[in-house]
């Protein structure tokens, strides 16, 4: 049932902030973080293996940021293809997480039975609670997302980043990275962002309008640094696979090592970047991009927007949030943007040619 809505798409964008708010209600008990047994003792885990495809994958990206800064636990992030043919060495310490939100993609199936026997503990962070990659793991966390129909991953990903970053959470505590009053501090802006993302869901009309302009488009670059730079390539993934636009993301930073010779006034550039404490390099990254006439449609807080004054081709604001929680925030103008384009070129939006929502052959 799409609920009123022209699209299931349309419907799993907007439902986030009450799938979210669910999904906090099933993990959190005042400040505890309910882990379903055996749990897991990040205390004893010295490095954490992720692996996924497509959208979950970037997820894992997100991730790896979380878990290396605030639980000083180091990362590896790996797309399921490539992992599971390579071979790779499994340390003793390790444990191997495996994002998925139907829980049967074949690839990231059989890079959880490559650990098997390797890895000190599997997780699984899944939608289907009864899936193959659940039932296989030592752990697996449901995301609680519900049902998603779309092909195009959406609640499921913030649904994503949100397990992992309890998970995150978790870990910094356990390893004496994050005290108490920090965690309280955290899990206080987690539970009030699905407030955040109503407020961004009412901005649906600038998101719809910069959309409708980068429709016009056949290319798009999206740009992102730090946390945002996961960001940008999933902004990009969903671009591509519903409104059938060329769209590439890179790190903000990557842009003067070749990108940039694509710059022109035909080429959007969309930079996701909060004003935290890299904006000022963003800022510059800007400037070079309209420096050479390209367009910039730049999404951030009032902040942002008023520090990049003037010379921005489109603006999108969204609410201030909390550094960390961006992610999660910033993943709705970057679905709506892409939901709104392919509306606007008039795709198929919930069945892509040529996708399907469970890939379960390689
Ligand atoms: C993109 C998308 C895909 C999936 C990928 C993994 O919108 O939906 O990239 O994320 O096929 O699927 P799961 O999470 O089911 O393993």
């Given at each position: ?47 954490l293996t992720l692996v ?24 590896e ?13 499994i340390?003793?310490?390790t444990?191997a997480v ?265």
């Amino acid at each position: 049932d799409k609920g009123g809505y022209k699209h299931f798409m349309a419907k799993e964008i907007a439902d986030q902030p009450g799938v979210l708010a669910d999904a906090l209600a099933a993990y959190l008990d005042g400040d505890a973080i309910l882990l379903p047994d055996p749990g897991i003792d990040f205390s004893r885990i010295e490095r954490l293996t992720l692996v996924a495809c497509g959208t979950a994958f970037y997820a894992c990206l997100t991730a790896k940021y979380w878990f290396e800064k605030m639980a000083r636990l180091p990362v590896e992030v790996d797309v399921a293809s490539e992992f599971r043919y390579r071979e790779p060495p499994i340390l003793p310490g390790t444990a191997a997480v495996f994002v998925s939100q139907s829980g049967e993609t074949a690839d990231t199936l059989a890079a959880l039975r490559y650990c098997r026997d390797k890895a000190d503990t599997i997780l699984s962070v899944v939608n289907v609670e009864t899936s193959s990659i659940a039932r296989e793991s030592d752990l697996a966390l449901p995301i609680h997302a519900g049902i998603e129909v779309g092909v195009a991953s959406t609640k499921a990903f913030t649904c994503q980043l949100n397990v992992l970053l309890l998970l995150a959470i978790t870990a910094a505590c356990a390893r004496g990275h994050m005290s108490q009053a920090e965690k309280s501090q955290l899990l206080a802006e987690l539970r009030a962002l699905p407030g955040l993302f109503n407020a961004t869901l009412d901005r649906s009309a600038d998101i719809e309008a910069a959309a409708r302009k980068i429709a016009e488009a056949r290319d798009v670059l999206f740009l992102g640094r730090g946390l945002m730079y996961p960001l940008a390539l999933e902004g990009a993934l969903k671009l591509k696979e519903i409104s059938y636009i060329h769209a590439e993301a890179y790190a903000s930073g990557e842009l003067k090592h070749g990108p940039i010779a694509l710059i022109d006034k035909m080429v959007p550039v969309i930079v996701m970047a909060p004003r935290d404490a890299l904006f000022d390099k963003t800022v510059s990254n800007m400037q070079e991009v309209m420096a050479r006439g390209g367009k910039v449609c730049l999404i951030s807080d009032a902040a942002g927007l008023a520090q990049a004054g003037d010379g921005i081709w489109q603006g999108i604001t969204l609410p201030a949030v909390d550094d960390r929680l961006a992610p999660l925030l910033y993943a709705l103008p970057a679905q709506l943007l892409a939901y709104h384009a392919a509306v606007a070129k008039g795709t198929d939006v919930d069945q892509p040619r040529n996708l399907a929502k469970s890939v379960t052959v390689e």
